[in-house]
């Protein structure tokens, strides 16, 4: 027990035993009392005001004992599940603090109902000597009978809270098996009626809510939605909400967010039905939506709930030649086919399979079929190697690298500004639909004709955005491919070195610089030879020989660098 002397204490102690005996030791007792919001709704014979009389009422006995109010910790409105309370961690601070000697509450379930937390708080007591105190249950934490009554009445009180929490679970099951809504904020659409203690449609708000829907399942995207409604001018649902402190305050009359609209798309109740425990039931409330809307939007969204990445979709196996590699017996693009061995690493082997064999299978009449696709691109970048070891080949790679882009710099600039001239024109209709809208506010059909029209031009809005970024991004990135040519030539001078440290997505541009199309086709060494075309090679991967075309951004007379650096129409590499 923490015993508090006056000044005088300390030199009657210096007297000795016997003037000490005389002195009365002072022990500051601290009130605590707590009372729910369910208790207070009840008026029982519990409040905050009755809890301190019968407290002091108590106190007043142990008077002569030397207990003295030392101050009045209270809480109210908060429950005895949890040690979350304001008053009760001022009263724990006090307590580490030394300055208080014993606790006082009207009956522990004040403090806490759980069995677990008082043996913590009675840990912290008895670690300091703070004696704990019942008003209306006796008993003495230092006493074993009275420590047996603590741990009988803490266990009564657990009982007595699983019980009711179990009893509020039956009701709201109960309540939701006959449709009826359990609670919590009132949903956006729907006001509370509390004689037929059911939801009913808000005439304003349930317009809001099923243009909501109609937007989601014309725009796929709850941000788009959300960008839509604030562009129209419309705010969250406006409450007034009352704090435990007995403030009234506002909340909500926000802009929307993707959250927000996505939170209502999913929500069962929009089509009248009321949700408990994760089964739904035949709500006693009218849907705002029908059930197949309230399908549709759902649809919409689920689209888009793990879309892949641009890039990955693009080339998600990392292929180089993706888009350029051509079958030369069918014409058709060759595309990324993974086979169901996989190497050491765990990775599965990689082939370019020829797109009729993709589409038709065996039926199919191509004789290349698939082609190995490691093999084949390590020999693609050795032919590029040594092309890019040659001036004449970089500088022509250089002018028709400018050219190209010269011609597709024009058209976008084009475009561009008939993107920006389009975005601008849907800003200022949009704007003047809005001014309409405030003039004739509330005259019936009118201003639901006015609020389609706007909504149209917001999504205008929103398409002539895209297509604005879309072609701001190209014309950007055709405005970087004409390098300058030191660093080309300082780039490709130092191929076979730099090349293994580029990234993927550096290596496909590197790439599609250079090559415009190569074409891959079975040859047979012994029944056929190569024509006179000093664009084709032949080359032998694994077991089979392929004829291989190249179309390079350059001049023919590349073909003559090649030549004289051994790598010619009749190349033999392994692959």
């Known amino acids: 027990m923490i015993s508090s002397t006056y000044p005088e204490d300390s030199a009657a102690h210096a007297t000795g035993r016997k003037a000490n005996a005389n002195v009365k030791k002072v022990i500051r007792c601290a009130i605590y009392s707590r009372v729910s919001t369910d208790e207070q709704t009840r008026r029982d014979y519990n409040s905050l005001e009755t809890q301190l009389d019968i407290c002091r009422h108590a106190l007043a006995v142990k008077k002569h004992e030397g207990w003295v109010e030392d101050e009045h910790f209270s809480d109210g409105g908060y429950s005895g599940k949890n040690l979350e309370r304001p008053a009760l961690g001022r009263l724990l601070a006090a307590i580490r603090a030394g300055e208080v000697g014993a606790v006082m509450v009207y009956k522990i379930d004040r403090l806490t109902r759980s069995i677990a937390d008082f043996y913590a708080l009675w840990e912290e007591l008895k670690k300091r000597e703070v004696i704990f105190v019942s008003a209306t249950q006796s008993f003495d934490t230092s006493d074993p009978t009275g420590n047996l009554m603590l741990n009988m009445l803490l266990s009564f009180g657990q009982f007595e809270r699983e019980l009711t929490s179990e009893r509020v679970r039956h009701k709201n099951l109960e309540r939701a098996r006959r449709g009826l809504w359990n609670g919590g904020w009132v949903p956006t659409g729907f006001t509370y009626d509390k004689g037929a203690k059911t939801l009913a449609a808000d005439k304003e708000e349930s317009k809001l809510v099923r243009r909501i829907f109609a937007l989601t399942k014309e725009l796929k995207s709850p941000t788009a939605v959300a960008d839509a409604l604030n562009e129209l001018g419309l705010f969250t649902k406006l409450r007034t909400v009352t704090r435990k402190s007995g403030e009234r305050q506002e909340v909500g009359g926000k802009r929307w967010i993707g959250d927000r609209v996505r939170r209502i798309i999913t929500n069962p109740i929009y089509k009248g039905t009321i949700v408990h425990e994760g089964i739904e039931y ?55 086919k993974p086979a169901g061995k996989k190497d050491p690493d765990g990775n599965p082997y990689l082939y370019y399979c020829c797109g009729d064999v993709a589409k038709d299978g065996g039926a199919s009449a191509c004789n ?55 975005l601008d024109e849907a800003e200022q209709e949009l704007e003047h639909c809005k001014g309409m809208l405030r003039k004739v506010d509330g005259r019936g059909g009118l201003t639901e004709e006015l609020m389609a029209d706007a909504e149209k031009l917001v999504e205008r809005k929103r398409q002539c955005r895209i297509e604005l970024e879309v072609a701001q991004m190209e014309l950007q990135r055709r405005q970087r491919l004409p390098l300058h040519e030191t660093h080309i030539t300082a780039a490709f001078g130092q191929f076979d070195r730099l090349f293994p440290a580029l990234d993927q997505g550096q290596r496909e541009e590197l790439i599609r610089l250079l090559i415009r199309e190569v074409r891959v086709s079975r040859f047979d060494p012994e029944k056929e030879t190569i024509p006179v075309d000093p664009m084709v090679f032949r080359t032998k991967i694994r077991t089979a020989w392929y004829r291989v075309s190249f179309q390079f951004y350059v001049s023919p007379s590349l073909s003559m660098d090649l030549q004289k650096c051994g790598t010619g129409s009749h190349s033999e590499g392994d692959g």
């Open 282 to 336: 035949e709500g006693q409330h009218d849907g705002l939506v029908s059930d197949k809307v309230w399908a549709a939007a759902n649809e919409a969204l689920a689209s888009l709930e793990n879309p892949a990445r641009p890039h990955e979709e693009r080339n998600k196996h990392g292929l180089l030649l993706k888009g350029l590699l051509r079958c030369g017996c069918c014409g058709n693009l060759m595309t990324p």
């Open 368 to 422: 290349l079929r698939n082609l190995s696709a490691k093999p084949f691109e390590d020999y693609i970048v050795r032919v590029i190697g040594e092309f890019a070891k040659h001036p004449k080949s970089i500088a022509a790679t250089l002018t028709a690298a400018k050219k190209e882009g010269s011609k597709a710099i024009t058209p976008l600039k084009k475009r561009v500004a008939a993107a920006q001239a389009q």
